[in-house]
Structures are given as structure tokens and as C-alpha cells.
């Protein structure tokens, strides 16, 4: 009763109708989420997962047996021969740039085959302005193939890819653009007519905020090789830091020689106490990412009902856990952050401000009251301050508490 008294009885009205409405698609939610739940569960079943191998280590840690079976486990979820899953990664962005500068040698050329890359990956390529130690700094060559109506022209990659054309960058989530995120059919289609084109270049899918929304991942669709971050789907919220790549056995070893040094690669790098977290928060993923999905389904109905452009709609086939509403003004977007911020359960009384955040061109706000600093597993919204001034939601460790700042945001947005 309390929590209801917060909100205006048209809301309550409104987050009813929405409910009704949405029921199918939380059930098709609920099964993906079984079924990763089965596979995260069988694979731990066959490696014997066990209280040992959540032992923490020290120093150089060679012989951790916790982190080499770590990294199994993973190339196992992932169809992949290979894995490096690490809390050495400072962010999904590091992770990403590691595989990118493991792989690509002066001279080669890298192409982005899904329009301008995440914001701070455009920094790592350095193509679109002058960024200290990019790839550009080390003569590695960048295109990137233009959308066409928010999708990838697949039809126009036998001609954009080349027999020079080293590594294929794909951006599975929608990141922060209004165009939709990749299916992995989608992404299948990419891979095979990659393939068709340069059957040497490396395809290479940016996995971030897609794990476990759909039953297949990126690798078993013709990936070689693909990256992400802990603290977003796959670490379920209980990662402290970090992030994995998984992939083609080379390249993910080519990966670890720049992440560590050359020689040293996968065999080094202490765990820190963190094992039991990673190993959990695994387990528990495929359900926490649903939770997440409902509170964006239940966005998308709430902000489409308020008259919003929402991106995906409700009904939508989703691709990731990403859910866009353009609120057209700078203000709004600021209040639309400011209530979720307001809702959460660390820094509640803190007022996001936009930041120059290293790494983005625009000023970003970002409302992230997480445990894990930053953490968008959790409830939060962000959104760089420029046109159509969309905020991008997402997360949410309990579906309980994403209505809840989802009523909050609506109620401020009333106000205007
Ligand atoms: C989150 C994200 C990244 C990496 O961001 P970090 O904040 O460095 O983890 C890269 N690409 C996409 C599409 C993302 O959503």
C-alpha cells in the first residue's frame, strides 16, 4: 500500500492495462530464460564445478584452477574453444579494444559492418578524432558500412569487405542510436556473407548487453570471435568488475598476450576473492537478464501509452536488453534520469548532472544507483545529450524495482 500511495492513481490504472497487454511476451521471456538456465546449469554439471574452484589467488597465479575452469566454462556456454574471462578487464570497452589491438597489426584494416560503432569504441578505432594511442595511431585502416534504415545492408558487404580487410567489427546491441539491435539471425547473415566475401577475415560481435536474451549466441552463428563486460547480463549482477572474450582458439590466445604480455597470455592473474561471484552471478544471469527484459517491455508499454517514441515497442522481437524512449528535450532527459537516480537503492539523494565521461564525444548523464559502480545489470538509464535526446534504459536486478523507477520517471515527466 505504501509504495502505491507514490503514484497517481492514472498511473496505477495505466501500469495495470500495460501488465494485461504484456503477458505474452513475459512468458516467451520466462522460457529463454529456462532454457539458458539449463545450459549454464548443464555445462556446470559436466565440468563438476565445485567449492574449490572458488578459492581466491594471490601473486601470479599460475595454476589457479578456479580461473582456468572459469574460462571453460564459458568457451563451453558459448559453443567457443576458447575463453578469457577476467577481472583484469577495467569495462566491456577494455575487453573489446583487447581483442582489437591482440589481432590487428599495422597495415591491416578493420570495418565496422553496423553504421558508427559504440561511443567508446570510436575513441579505441581513433578514426573520428585525434584519440592518444588508438589503432589509428598504429596504422590500422577504418571504414565503416552506413546503415541503411537502421539496419546493416548485408546485401552491400560482398562489395564493402575486401581480401585486405583484416577483422569485421559487428555491435550487437543498438548501444546509444535509436536503430535496432541484431538478432542472432541477423548476425548469422552478417558472418556467412563476410565469409563469402574474405573467408580469412575475423568476424568480430560485440556482445554487450545481448547475453541470454535470446536461447544462441553470437559464436555458434559463424562468429570467430566476440566480448562483452561482467558487469552488465552475464556477470547477473553479483560480478564485481570485468569482462570475458570468447572465440576461435588462436585468437582469443592473441587476445590474452595483449591483455597480459606477449608469452605470458591466459596463465597469469590472481583472482582476488572474486571467483564465487563470477560463478554465481553466471548461474544466475539468464534470470536477472530477464528481469531486466520485463522492466523494458513494461517501459515500452508505460512510455508508448504516454505518447513517447519508445524503441523496441512492446511486442517487439528484442535483441537486447536496451530499451530507448526519445523525450525530445534535454530537460526532460535530465528529469527522466534524476527519478530513476531518486529510486534507487545506493545514492538515492544524489542529482546526476551531464559529464564530459572519458571515452564519449557528448556530455553523458547517467543515473546509476548500483552496488557495483556503474553497473547497467542494474536499474539505470543514460543517454548522451544531443538529438533526438533518447534516454536509454535498462537493467534491473528485480523486476520489482524497475516499475517502481519506471512510475517514478513517468510521474516526473508528468510535470511538464
Ligand atoms: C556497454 C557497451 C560497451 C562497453 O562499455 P563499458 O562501459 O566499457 O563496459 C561497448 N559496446 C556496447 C554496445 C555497449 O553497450
Redesign the pocket.
Known amino acids: 500500500m505504501g509504495v502505491i500511495k507514490i503514484f497517481s492513481q492514472r498511473l496505477l490504472d495505466l501500469k495495470r492495462i500495460v501488465l494485461g497487454e504484456v503477458a505474452e511476451n513475459f512468458r516467451r521471456v520466462e522460457e529463454i530464460s529456462e532454457v539458458n538456465t539449463l545450459k549454464i546449469l548443464n555445462a556446470m554439471r559436466r565440468l563438476k564445478i565445485s567449492d574449490a574452484h572458488f578459492k581466491t589467488s594471490t601473486g601470479y597465479a599460475y595454476g589457479d584452477i578456479g580461473r582456468e575452469k572459469l574460462d571453460e566454462l564459458f568457451a563451453e556456454i558459448f559453443c567457443a574453444e576458447s575463453a578469457l574471462v577476467r577481472t583484469q578487464f577495467v ?4 575487453a ?1 579494444a583487447t581483442v582489437l589491438f591482440g589481432i590487428l597489426r599495422p597495415n591491416d584494416e578493420l570495418v565496422s559492418l553496423t553504421g558508427a560503432p ?1 561511443d ?2 570510436q575513441t579505441v578505432i581513433g578514426h573520428t578524432h585525434a584519440a592518444k594511442g588508438s589503432l589509428k595511431e598504429f596504422g590500422i585502416s577504418y571504414r565503416e558500412l552506413p546503415l541503411i534504415n537502421g539496419k546493416v545492408d548485408v546485401a552491400a558487404i560482398k562489395n564493402f569487405v575486401t581480401p585486405k580487410t583484416k577483422l569485421a567489427l559487428i ?1 550487437r ?1 543498438r ?1 546509444y542510436s535509436m536503430r535496432e539491435p541484431l538478432t542472432t539471425s541477423d548476425i548469422e547473415k552478417i558472418c556467412a556473407a563476410v565469409k563469402a566475401t574474405n573467408p580469412a577475415c575475423v568476424t568480430f560481435v ?1 556482445n ?2 545481448g547475453e541470454f536474451v535470446e536461447t544462441c549466441e553470437p559464436i555458434e552463428v559463424g562468429a570467430d570471435i566476440a566480448a562483452g ?1 561482467l558487469i ?1 547480463n552475464i556477470g547477473g549482477g553479483l560480478a564485481p568488475t570485468g569482462g570475458y572474450i570468447v572465440g576461435k582458439k588462436n585468437l582469443v590466445e592473441l587476445a590474452s598476450y595483449r591483455l597480459t604480455a606477449p608469452g605470458m597470455g591466459d596463465e597469469l592473474g590472481a583472482s582476488l576473492g572474486t571467483p564465487r561471484l563470477l560463478y554465481q552471478g553466471l548461474f544466475i544471469a539468464p534470470h536477472v537478464t530477464a528481469q531486466a527484459l520485463k522492466g523494458a517491455i513494461f517501459a515500452a508499454g508505460i512510455f508508448s501509452k504516454l505518447g513517447y517514441k519508445t524503441r523496441p515497442l512492446p511486442e517487439d522481437f528484442r535483441g537486447d536488453i536496451i530499451q530507448a524512449i526519445e523525450l525530445q528535450s534535454a530537460e526532460k532527459l535530465i528529469a527522466f534520469c534524476r527519478a530513476i537516480q531518486n529510486f534507487s537503492p545506493v545514492d538515492s539523494f544524489a542529482a546526476p548532472e551531464p559529464w564530459d565521461m572519458p571515452g564519449y564525444e557528448d556530455k553523458v548523464i547517467m543515473a546509476a544507483g548500483t552496488f557495483v559502480q556503474g553497473a ?1 545489470i542494474e536499474l539505470s538509464a543514460d543517454a548522451p545529450i544531443r538529438e533526438p535526446y533518447a534516454v536509454y534504459m535498462q537493467g534491473g536486478l528485480t523486476f520489482e524495482h524497475a516499475v517502481i523507477g519506471i512510475l517514478a520517471a513517468a510521474q516526473e515527466l508528468e510535470k511538464f
Open positions: 569495462s566491456g570497452t577494455h573489446l559504440y567508446t569504441l555491435q546491441s548501444g560485440d554487450c548487453y563486460s552488465k547497467s
